[in-house]
């Protein structure tokens, strides 16, 4: 069956940069896009952008360019979201979600990294 | 502030019918289809209603969905105890070339 395994939880100070991994498995990895989505405490879900799995071409959705990086390694069927300069309110779970066919269509999500940035 | 607008709860009896409004523009629901999330605290969103109306495999058919102009609606005829949780209308939006969730609501029953 379809599983996207991300990796665990962070807690980074401000300032700094990390790197969460979402490893696919049960289905071609890339057949489907990769979407990732925040979620921040006690709001509601914000849509980060995507990455073609095909060509590696990744799309930052609005407000989420620059510190934002979606990567791939297609050998070992993962998918990496790496954020710079951390600031407080990028404290939220952060969730990759295969694109199911058409825009918003995210059909299997992992199951979530939380990222605290704290001092 | 999100460009879809939801009501920030509703609630019901298993008795009743529940809608979930999800009111956007022509950029957005006026051009591109619209799906519908469920998600429990702690654990990820799940997929309920893709491509305005249709249920993936696994989705009590107490749930559906539908479109009219620049809005959406989700139906829960019935609800159950455990439908208790938050829902998220989602969809593409040409002018902010993105996608753009709803800002939630929390179904209590």
């Known amino acids: 069956q379809v599983q996207l395994v991300q990796s665990g939880s962070e807690l980074k100070k401000p300032g700094a940069s990390v790197k969460i991994s979402c490893k696919a498995s049960g289905y071609s990895f890339i057949t489907y896009t990769m979407n990732w989505v925040r979620q921040a405490p006690g709001q509601g879900l914000e849509w980060l952008g995507w990455i073609n799995t095909k060509t590696g071409k990744p799309t930052n959705g609005r407000g989420f360019t620059g510190r934002f990086v979606f990567s791939l390694d297609t050998s070992a069927n993962t998918a990496y979201l790496q954020i710079s300069g951390l600031r407080a309110d990028d404290t939220a779970v952060y969730f990759c979600?295969?694109?199911?066919?058409?825009?918003?269509?995210?059909?299997?999500w992992g199951q979530g990294t939380l990222v605290t940035v704290s001092s | 502030q999100s460009v879809l607008t939801q009501p920030p709860s509703v609630s019901g009896t298993p008795g009743q019918r529940v809608t979930v409004s999800c009111s956007g523009s022509?950029?957005?629901?006026?051009?591109?289809?619209v799906n519908w999330y469920q998600k429990f605290p702690g654990t990820a969103p799940k997929l309920l209603i893709y491509?305005?109306?249709k249920r993936p495999s696994g989705v009590p058919d107490r749930f559906s969905g539908s479109t009219s102009g620049t809005s959406a609606s989700l139906d829960i005829s019935g609800p159950q105890s455990e439908d208790e949780a938050d829902y998220y209308c989602a969809t593409w939006d040409d002018s902010l070339n993105g996608v753009i969730f709803g800002g939630g609501t929390k179904l209590t029953v």
């Open positions: 979600a295969r694109g199911g066919g058409a825009w918003a269509n995210f059909d299997n």
């Open positions: 491509s305005n109306n």
């Open positions: 022509q950029s957005n629901i006026g051009s591109n289809s």
